[in-house]
């Protein structure tokens, strides 16, 4: 039977940064904004960010840019083109 492993897989900000392309002062930032989970390790101290929040926040900002995109749309859409009658102002 499979064994379920409650550990979370950490990396540090730097690896955390190259994975979402940016700075570790980034990362830090991204941390006191709550929007990435980490944690103060080990003597000294040290911080660690959970590679799935890395994850969470890339599934975050790929929906956030999806419903820019919606946004966008909707508002160049015109009336006509919306409820089906008059002439259509951008047409593919």
Do not use: T
């Not at 979402?20 to 941390?31: H, P, Q, T």
């Not at 956030?64 to 089906?84: C, D, H, I, V």
Request: glycine content about 6%; hydrophobic content about 40%.
């Amino acid at each position: 039977m499979p064994q379920h492993s409650h550990a979370q897989r950490m990396v540090s900000p730097a690896q955390a940064g190259e994975l979402l392309g940016v700075s570790v002062d980034e990362i830090m930032a991204l941390v006191d904004e709550r929007r990435l989970r980490g944690a103060r390790v080990g003597s000294p101290a040290r911080w660690l960010i959970e590679e799935a929040s890395v994850a969470d926040y890339l599934d975050d900002q790929a929906e956030e840019a999806r419903r820019m995109a919606l946004w966008r749309q909707s508002s160049a859409a015109s009336f006509p083109e919306l409820w089906g009658r008059g002439s259509v102002r951008n047409p593919d």
